[in-house]
């Protein structure tokens, strides 16, 4: 089945981010304070998802999250 989530890109993220902080200053809460998580897929090897990992984390990630989902059994 198709997943229903997806990795968003560095500049959604950002978006997404920036979004938190404006509401978190309205109502005096401090982001550091929540945690921004992220999730990668290993498909590609470990160069692949080190750079999406940094490009996440640049964009405001504090947490990566990296699914391995096992080969297909066909």
């Known amino acids: ?6 990795t968003p890109t560095p500049a959604e993220l ?26 990668v897929g290993a498909a590609g090897g470990p160069d692949r998802v080190g750079e999406e ?7 405001g990630a504090t947490h990566i999250v990296v699914n391995f989902v096992p080969p297909s059994r066909v």
């Open 1 to 6: 089945p198709e997943s229903t989530t997806r």
């Open 14 to 39: 950002a978006e997404k981010v920036a979004v938190l902080h404006r509401h978190c200053a309205e109502v005096g809460r401090d982001p550091a304070a929540i945690e921004v998580s992220a999730q």
């Open 53 to 59: 990992a940094a490009g996440l984390l640049e964009a």
